[in-house]
C-alpha cells in the first residue's frame, strides 16, 4: 500500500518536469542545484561551447566528456527531457523588441524558412529547430544570423559536397565524422553514409551554409517583425 503510494506521487512529479528530477539527482551534484556550477561549469548561460545545438547536448549528455561520466543509465527519452531542462537554465530574459511578433509568424511563413527549419512541429528540413530559439539567441543574433549566416555559424558546422565513384554528389549537413567514413544529410532531410575511400572527392565548404543570406530582402519593419516572432519562440523542442 505505501509503495502504491509513493509511486502514485513520484509519478506525478515526473509527469510534471521529468528533466529537472533528472537534473537535480545526476547533474546538480557537479553543476549546481540551478546550474551555478562546481565541479562543472555553468550551465546557466544561453550558449554552451561544448553544446552547440541540442544534438550535441544530448551527445555530450550520453557520451559525457573529459571529466563528466556518460549518463548510460538514462533511457533516450530521459536525456531528451534533462537536455530540455539545461537550456532552460541558460533562458535569456525577455527583450523589448520594437517588431511585431504576429506580423513576424507571416514573414516567416512567406519567406520559406518552415523548408529548412521546424518551429513547434510544422516545417521540414536541416536546419535547426526553432522552437525553443528564442530562449538560446538573443535578438543581435538571430538578426545577424538573418542577414548573414554565414557570420554566426554555431562551433562544429560543417557544409561538405561529397562525390562518390559512382552516382550523384551530395551536398548536405555532416552529421559525423571519423578517419574512414563520413555522414552527411541533405536537404531532404536524407542521410547519407559514405567510406572516404570510396569517394571521388570530399569538400568540406568551411564558413558556408544552405541557409541564403536575407540580406537585401528582408529589412526595416519585416526584419523587426521577423525577430520579434522567433524572440518569442521559447518553448520546450
Ligand atoms: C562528476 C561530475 C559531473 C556530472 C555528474 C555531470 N557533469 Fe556535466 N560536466 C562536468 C565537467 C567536468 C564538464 C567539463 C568537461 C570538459 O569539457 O572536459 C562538464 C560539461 C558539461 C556540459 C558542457 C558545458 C559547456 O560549457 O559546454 C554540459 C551541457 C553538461 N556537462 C551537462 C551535464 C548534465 C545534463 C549532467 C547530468 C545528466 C551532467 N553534466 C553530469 C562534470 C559533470
Ligand atoms: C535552405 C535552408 C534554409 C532556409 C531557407 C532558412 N534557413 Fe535558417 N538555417 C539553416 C541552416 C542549415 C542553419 C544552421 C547553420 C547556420 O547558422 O547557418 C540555419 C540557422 C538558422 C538560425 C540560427 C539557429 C540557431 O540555433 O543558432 C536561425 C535563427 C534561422 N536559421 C532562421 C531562419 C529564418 C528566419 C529563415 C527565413 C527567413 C531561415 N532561417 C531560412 C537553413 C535554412
Redesign the pocket.
Known amino acids: 500500500m505505501r509503495f502504491w503510494v509513493i509511486g502514485v506521487v513520484m509519478a506525478g512529479c515526473a509527469l510534471g518536469q521529468p528533466g529537472r528530477l533528472i537534473f537535480e539527482s545526476q547533474c546538480a551534484l557537479c553543476h549546481g542545484q540551478t546550474g551555478g556550477g562546481g565541479r562543472g561549469p555553468a550551465l546557466n548561460r544561453p550558449k554552451l561551447d561544448r553544446a552547440p545545438?541540442d544534438e550535441a547536448l544530448r551527445t555530450l549528455i550520453t557520451d559525457g566528456r573529459g571529466d563528466m561520466p556518460g549518463a548510460w543509465q538514462l533511457h533516450p527519452d530521459e536525456v531528451v527531457s534533462v537536455a530540455a531542462y539545461v537550456r532552460t537554465l541558460g533562458a535569456l530574459p525577455q527583450e523589448t523588441l520594437p517588431g511585431d511578433a504576429a506580423r513576424g509568424a507571416r514573414v516567416?511563413a512567406s519567406?520559406?524558412?518552415a523548408?529548412?527549419?521546424m518551429v513547434n512541429g510544422q516545417g521540414e528540413?536541416?536546419?535547426?529547430e526553432?522552437t525553443a530559439?528564442g530562449a538560446?539567441?538573443n535578438a543581435a543574433f538571430?538578426r545577424q544570423?538573418?542577414l548573414k549566416?554565414?557570420t554566426?555559424?554555431?562551433e562544429g558546422?560543417l557544409y561538405v559536397s561529397a562525390v562518390p565513384a559512382s552516382g550523384a554528389a551530395v551536398r548536405g549537413?555532416r552529421v559525423n565524422e571519423d578517419s574512414f567514413t563520413i555522414q552527411v544529410r541533405n536537404?531532404g532531410g536524407r542521410y547519407f553514409s559514405f567510406r572516404k575511400s570510396q569517394l571521388k572527392s570530399l569538400d568540406r565548404l568551411t564558413g558556408q551554409?544552405?541557409?541564403?543570406a536575407?540580406e537585401g530582402q528582408?529589412g526595416g519593419v519585416d526584419l523587426d517583425d521577423?525577430v520579434a516572432y522567433?524572440a518569442g519562440l521559447r518553448g520546450t523542442p
Not at 528540413?125 to 535547426?128: A, D, N, R, T
Not at 551554409?209 to 541564403?212: G, L, Q, R
Open positions: 545545438d516567416y519567406k520559406g524558412c523548408g529548412c527549419h528540413g536541416f536546419g535547426p526553432l530559439v538560446r539567441r538571430l544570423t538573418i549566416p554565414a554566426t555559424l554555431p558546422f549537413i536537404a551554409t544552405p541557409m541564403p536575407f528582408t521577423l522567433l
